[in-house]
């Protein structure tokens, strides 16, 4: 924005000023604020010698009694200075008001006795004397009131010769031409392009392939109620930290009787270092009064695990010989005990000469019998130490090579391998059978799977490991490993320390100082979901649905419902779902269309089966069927069209007869929706329906929103199809990672939570869509590389802001002499088509023509322009429908000539031929233009 400023003295206002206009955002919306002065006798004097272009005069740094002299004096000097459609700020006089409302302002008392006018202009530009078009579906009140507004503005403000209203089914008996203004109200009242048939859509692409100045016009009741059934046109009608741990009971169920409030007690349970926790009574132990809680905390889970699987698993007897890997950790050290305990030869690994002595120090192994587990060379020790035999039993956590070393090679006839360890069953390793012909056991077991256990059998077994464990210890048969506490204050430390490489022991966490406090790091994520609801994902078994969907698992969902065209007839679906059931999930798949309300219906009381609510709705369902739409067929439109249309209308209709609304309504659109992309109408519709029914839906008191997604790197359909993707990379669209795709939907589900839970939302429609992809990344790193980037998102006026601060950066960069692009067009259409009919010489207006093409190209395919032949064949370059769509924009916005989409494509054309048909365009007014 541009402001001139008369003031006394040229002493500027402008400090004040500008801190409201800059206020909150991150570049200065003025650009120029130039001063100037007024005398006594009214002359201006301006300290530049521009006195034209500017957004704002602003009059009032001087006297009252000088502001009204300088509108009697000098009023055309002062009116001059500002533009057509621009502002003046004056102080409030007879004088002002009276010129300014002869000069076609508005003018408005804005307070404290300062006046806004805002120039009403007339006859702008190419509509001067143009016909208008006002083009309605079906008559009605409304209709009737808007296309009488209409008439007033086009004649008077806009000067159009004359203003006809027509109904869509009567425009094909009407003369269009190019310079005709169209304004449509087809879709003021009702859906039209979702619905429409290849008659209707016939009729539009006559108005679409004819007209360059098409205003279409949408209003809030074409989403009412009764417009929202697609059907009418078919028919009538966590994982734990810890497993141990110790407190005071503070409250029993009424059903307990040998525990009371206070009791002193040692817990063996899944927890998270709550300062609460809630257990069965079966899981607890009492302690006695001179127990301390840290030392009887490390005892329940080591031990319990080394008597289950030494006694019940190995059935170790006395004499026999027992390799011990990892035999300085806590585990090892409990399986040693034990094993000492019951008379067993004792062998073990460790990581480090420091742990070796350990074990030889406070366990009394012999240090021949201690063996490094960094490699396989104790499996030769073994033997060795063994007469080639091996030993009977083996406690196993190594993984790899070290595991299958110490099965193959280490086991004696009829030994016991106990798996203590998780990695190499979760990774699905593979086993040699071969050591099953020696008459080995292999068993594994995860004591935590024995506590969680629904048998009862299993649960009284861990109690009786636990409760011996701890007898073992107070008849002090066992000898506890070396313990080092933390207070929970320092948990960060505790948790480094643990995995220093010479830790030996257990790490606890004290948690008996009230006052301690704890540094937290802020959540990833904020979404919370229920795992006794059920969530309807319809189209979610693709790339983004299938990292969707394991986040929502980890979010707390365990019960989905997936609605598809395919089921789960696809390699990838299948293998989705497998892996959220033995994750733990409940899982159902619908095998529909979303656009048919009967295979919504069913999703719908799958989800409601086992008495279950829908806690959450996810539309993701998608539809391409690519092709500009002057060639678009009628079924193809739809294919882009219904999917997200009528699936969405029956989604919300059918959910409108349960009696409890879905905690959230998440629908994910597209940047396309906003900005637009030629060649995907039918898409770019869909979405920018769901962007505003997503605001519809939360006006009417219901959560919705509606996730404008940009490229999406790792995942997703453009992952899949790199063609496309590769495409955006040179319009400068920026790809997010997986994990920034899921904070969007977190964004999204936390709006739409927290939107559930309030009374008042009158004021929460606008945060009904979250719009992606825009960022300036792209755009950087393209002019960085000296490419100019035009005719992008950035060029439509809704990112004015954005772009002049991209603008005002590669300004102060070509300040200070570094070389990049250029971002938007380098001067108007006018100002370029001027320029090149000043040139006399025919040869130079081509050559300045063909610099531009050639240029505009450049930056399309992101190929330098002096490495592009200006005769060369455009098929040569591989342009697509989309970029040819892009360049035909281009020419239309910088030359206001229409070339055709298929001259663009066409394998006859080249560069200097096209450049030939703007000259000839723009020269048809000269004598002897055009080519030669």
């Not at 490993?481 to 643990?498: H, L, M, N």
């Not at 898409?683 to 920018?688: I, L, Q, T």
């Amino acid at each position: 924005m541009k402001v001139f400023e008369l003031a006394d003295n040229g002493i500027k206002e402008s400090h004040g000023w500008l801190e409201d206009l800059n206020a909150d955002i991150a570049f200065p919306i003025c650009n120029v604020w130039e001063c100037g002065t007024i005398d006594d006798g009214g002359c201006i004097s301006m300290n530049s010698d521009s006195t034209t272009g500017f957004d704002v005069l602003l009059i009032t740094g001087i006297q009252k009694v000088l502001s009204e002299r300088c509108w009697h004096a000098k009023y055309d000097k002062i009116v001059s200075l500002v533009d057509n459609c621009r502002i003046v700020i004056s102080h409030k006089t007879t004088t002002a008001q009276e010129y300014l409302h002869s000069a076609n302002f508005n003018v408005m008392d804005a307070g404290s006795d300062v006046l806004l006018a805002v120039r009403v202009t007339k006859n702008l530009g190419p509509f001067a004397g143009q016909d208008a078009f006002i083009l309605y579906h079906r008559p009605s009140t409304l209709i009737d009131k808007l296309i009488s507004g209409l008439r007033k503005v086009l004649g008077q403000a806009i000067g159009a010769s004359d203003v006809k209203s027509v109904a869509i089914s009567d425009i094909e008996e009407c003369r269009l031409h190019e310079n005709s203004i169209c304004i449509s109200l087809i879709e003021a009242e009702v859906e039209f392009l979702a619905t429409m048939s290849e008659d209707d859509m016939s009729r539009l692409r006559h108005v679409t392939n004819t007209v360059t100045n098409l205003l279409w016009v949408t209003t809030t009741n074409m989403l009412s109620p009764g417009q929202g059934n697609p059907n009418l046109t078919l028919r009538l009608a966590g994982g734990t930290t810890a497993c141990e741990f110790a407190g005071i009971i503070t409250a029993t169920a009424s059903d307990v009787g040998h525990f009371n409030h206070g009791d002193r007690v040692v817990v063996l349970w899944p927890n998270k270092f709550n300062t609460t926790e809630r257990v069965p009574a079966w899981a607890v132990q009492k302690l006695l009064p001179h127990e301390d809680y840290a030392t009887m905390a490390t005892i329940p889970v080591v031990y319990s695990t080394a008597l289950y699987a030494l006694h019940d698993r190995a059935n170790i007897k006395q004499g026999e010989s027992i390799l011990v890997h990892a035999g300085s950790g806590a585990l090892g050290i409990a399986v040693i005990g034990v094993a000492k305990n019951v008379g067993a030869v004792v062998y073990a690994t460790v990581g480090s000469e420091v742990k070796k002595d350990f074990l030889v120090a406070e366990l009394g192994l012999p240090a021949s019998h201690i063996f490094s587990s960094r490699d396989t060379s104790f499996s030769d020790r073994v033997l060795e130490l063994t007469g080639g035999r091996g030993v009977d039993i083996i406690i196993n956590s190594l993984t790899g090579d070290l595991m299958h070393a110490s099965w193959e090679n280490c086991l004696a006839e009829f030994g016991r391998f106990v798996e203590v360890g998780k990695k190499e069953l979760v990774d699905a390793g593979r086993l040699n059978m071969r050591g099953f012909l020696r008459g080995s056991t292999f068993t594994a077991f995860d004591l935590e799977d024995l506590i969680l256990s629904e048998n009862q059998s299993h649960r009284q077994l861990v109690v009786n490991k636990a409760h011996q464990a701890i007898e073992l210890y107070r008849a002090r048969a066992i000898q506890l490993p070396p313990i080092r506490i933390f207070d929970v204050s320092e948990i960060g430390q505790a948790c480094r320390y643990f995995s220093t490489r010479g830790r030996v022991g257990k790490v606890v966490i004290s948690l008996e100082r009230p006052e301690s406090l704890i540094r937290i790091s802020k959540p990833k994520y904020s979404t919370i979901l229920d795992s006794r609801k059920a969530y309807f994902l319809v189209g979610c078994l693709g790339g983004l649905g299938r990292s969707l969907s394991r986040w929502m698992m980890m979010r707390g969902a365990r019960h989905f419902v997936f609605l598809g065209r395919s089921g789960c007839a696809k390699p990838g679906a299948k293998k989705l779902v497998s892996a959220l059931r033995e994750a733990g999930a409940h899982v159902s798949v619908v095998t529909g269309d979303v656009a048919d309300r009967d295979a919504v219906d069913r999703a719908i009381m799958a989800c409601k089966a086992g008495g279950k609510t829908i806690g959450g709705v996810v539309q993701a369902a998608m539809g391409l069927s690519e092709a500009i739409f002057s060639q678009m067929t009628n079924e193809a439109w739809h294919v882009g069209v219904r999917c997200k249309w009528a699936g969405t209308w029956n989604l919300h209709n059918a959910l409108e007869f349960h009696a409890e609304s879905p905690a959230f309504f998440l629908m994910t659109s597209s940047i396309m929706g906003s900005v637009g992309v030629a060649t995907e109408a039918n898409y770019c519709a869909s979405n920018g329906f769901l962007d505003a029914f997503a605001r519809w839906r939360r006006s009417q008191g219901q959560p919705a929103v509606s996730i404008g997604l940009g490229m999406i790197s790792e995942v997703g359909y453009l992952h899949e199809n790199p063609d496309i993707e590769a495409i955006l990379v040179r319009r400068g669209v920026q790809a997010i990672p997986e994990n920034e795709f899921l904070q969007l939907i977190d964004l999204g589900l936390s709006q739409d939570l927290s939107f559930s839970r309030r009374e008042k939302q009158d004021e929460d429609t606008v945060t009904g869509h979250i719009l992606s992809g825009l960022e300036s990344v792209g755009f950087r790193k393209l002019l960085a590389q000296g490419f100019d980037v035009t005719n992008l998102p950035l060029q439509d006026p809704r990112s004015r802001r954005v772009a002049e601060s991209l603008a005002a950066e590669q300004r102060e960069l070509a300040a200070t002499g570094q070389e990049t692009g250029h971002f938007g067009r380098g001067g108007t259409e006018t100002d370029i088509i001027s320029a090149i009919r000043d040139e006399s010489d025919s040869g130079s207006a081509h050559a300045m023509i063909l610099q531009l093409v050639r240029g505009q190209l450049a930056n399309l395919i992101l190929i330098p322009a002096d490495r592009i032949d200006k005769s060369s064949l455009l098929s040569q370059f591989g342009l697509d429908s989309m970029l040819a769509a892009e360049f035909r924009t281009w020419f239309w916005s910088t030359f206001r000539i229409d070339i055709p989409f298929l001259d663009i494509l066409g394998s006859k054309n080249s560069l200097k031929s096209l450049a030939c048909l703007v000259q000839d365009h723009i020269t048809s007014s000269l004598p002897n233009g055009g080519c030669v």
